[in-house]
């Protein structure tokens, strides 16, 4: 099962197909704002955790939070791969470990029409793990459908 706010129905089957693919526990597109991550699409098992329009709060607008993956990668707009959060002095004991146990993290930053960055493709899954070159192409795939549905003007 998939679940995604009206922009992003387009590209249910893709997120049900690359979770199915990478055998991961959750495929996600979340939209920034200046002080969350928040869920536009869901597929996978996790999906229970992850439903449309639940909030993370981002570390850097709350005292109380830490920073979570999807923050860093829209602030950096750069690829993040996280192996283990346990081992990973910037990660370890964030929300998805803690409330989730998904340790493991693979996303890319999304782009709006215009360049600028609107959130991250992701996958989190619950074991250390690696991914190859064909499934990283895969979640980069997932990349381009999303932002192609973003230059939709059609939602």
Do not use: W
Request: aromatic share 6%.
């Amino acid at each position: 099962m998939s679940d995604s706010s009206a922009q992003f129905r387009p590209i249910e089957s893709l997120l049900e197909q690359t979770a199915a693919a990478l055998g991961v526990r959750s495929v996600l597109v979340m939209r920034s704002t200046p002080t969350h991550m928040a869920v536009e699409a869901t597929a996978g098992a996790a999906e229970v955790h992850y439903t449309v329009g639940a909030e993370g709060k981002k570390g850097a607008a709350f005292a109380e939070a830490q920073e979570l993956y999807c923050e860093r990668v829209v602030d950096n707009d750069a690829e993040l791969f996280v192996r283990d959060s346990r081992a990973d002095p910037g990660f370890a004991g964030n929300e998805d470990e803690v409330e989730f146990g998904l340790v493991n993290y693979l996303g890319l930053a999304v782009h709006n029409p215009d360049g600028s960055v609107y959130g991250t493709v992701c996958v989190l899954d619950d074991h250390v793990r690696d991914y190859t070159p064909q499934e990283r192409a895969r979640l980069a795939e997932l990349r381009a459908a999303a932002e192609r549905a973003l230059a939709d003007p059609r939602p």
